[in-house]
């Protein structure tokens, strides 16, 4: 059992940043596969973000791609989403995910913990 914390979420102007936290319980955070999706009214839970087991590998959407920084820290069970140069698009609902096993890292149905989500905000 895994449990989601996400923080950083708030209302930002366009073109600012903000960071989003990730915190974990339990002691095999490093043994799942880590995701950001998020979902704007109205519209499906869209994917944003991934990054392995070791943080060796990332991957992005490409409507954020060069944006936002996906990162984890396996030592503090935290997984972050650095998101710059934001657009009033980017507004949403933003939720972290783990896995224990995915073969489609892009699909929400293959993760198996969700956090509550944190809400992001950007004006025009």
């Known amino acids: 059992q895994v449990q989601l914390v996400e923080s950083g979420g708030g209302l930002v102007q366009a073109g600012g940043s903000l960071r989003l936290s990730c915190a974990a319980s339990?002691?095999?955070?490093?043994?799942?596969?880590m995701g950001w999706f998020r979902q704007a009214p109205g519209k499906e839970r869209e994917f944003v973000a991934a990054?392995?087991?070791?943080?060796?590998?990332?991957y992005y959407a490409d409507s954020v791609k060069g944006r936002f920084t996906i990162s984890r820290d396996n030592a503090k069970n935290t997984v972050y989403l650095q998101l710059n140069s934001l657009k009033p698009e980017d507004t949403a609902i933003y939720y972290c995910?783990?896995?224990?096993?995915?073969?489609?890292?892009?699909?929400?149905?293959?993760?198996?913990?969700w956090g509550q989500g944190t809400q992001v905000t950007v004006s025009s």
């Open positions: 995910a783990a896995a224990s096993e995915v073969s489609t890292i892009r699909t929400p149905g293959e993760y198996d913990y």
């Open positions: 339990g002691r095999t955070f490093s043994s799942y596969v």
């Open positions: 990054i392995t087991r070791s943080g060796s590998a990332t």
